[in-house]
Structures are given as C-alpha cells and as structure tokens.
C-alpha cells in the first residue's frame, strides 16, 4: 500500500505562481511513475505531467514551457511548479503513484484556484 499525500494548492491570481507537492509513504519500489492529474469542475480528469524514477519527463500540451515536475527519491516526494497561471488551469490536483505491477495509487487532491 502507498499513501499519498498532496498540499500547494491555494487561491492565485492569473499570471502567478504555485508549487504543489505530494509525499508518498508506505511500501514504495524503486521503480514507478509519479504524475499529477487534473479536474477542473464538470470536466473529465486529465494527465497533467509524468516523471518517471530516472527523472524523465511528459507533460500535456496545454502546460509545456509553465509546468515543471520533478522528484525528490530520497524523500518519496513530487513536485508541480506551476508558472504563469491562466484561468483554465483551476481545478483539484491529484498526485498519482504508478508502480511497476501496474497498481495505482491517488491522493485525496488539492484545490487550485485561479483568478483572472
């Protein structure tokens, strides 16, 4: 079992800047794939960006060149910085843990909220 546990989220206005963070505890293998997904209201979930435990990356279109998400190994720990907030980048985040047998754990999600 992994927990996972999000916090960054908060109110902000367009053009500003967060940084969301998602610790991951319990029994955790080398090997995974740690994501940040997405919700805004009324709208399916959607992938946000991908880091994998060698440090590559993928993001949606919609974020490259604002978004960056990297890891921390020796901590469990993810990161989304997020630059250059719009509006349509409101919604819950939630932090995804893939692992190597195909399981998928989520956290409980944090609220992002932009203003224009």
């Known amino acids: 079992q992994v927990q996972l546990v999000e916090s960054g989220g908060d109110l902000v206005q367009a053009g500003g800047s967060l940084r969301l963070s998602c610790a991951a505890s319990?029994?955790?293998?080398?090997?995974?794939?740690r994501a940040w997904y997405r919700q805004a209201p009324g709208k399916q979930r959607e992938l946000v960006a991908t880091i994998t435990s060698g440090g590559s990356t993928n993001y949606a279109d919609s974020v490259k060149g604002r978004f960056t998400i990297s890891r921390d190994n020796a901590k469990n720990t993810v990161y989304l910085q997020m630059n250059s907030l719009i509006p349509e980048d409101r919604g819950v985040y939630y932090c995804n843990h893939h692992t190597r047998y195909g399981t998928d754990y989520w956290g409980q999600g944090t609220q992002v909220t932009v203003s224009s």
């Open positions: 319990g029994i955790i293998f080398s090997s995974n794939v």
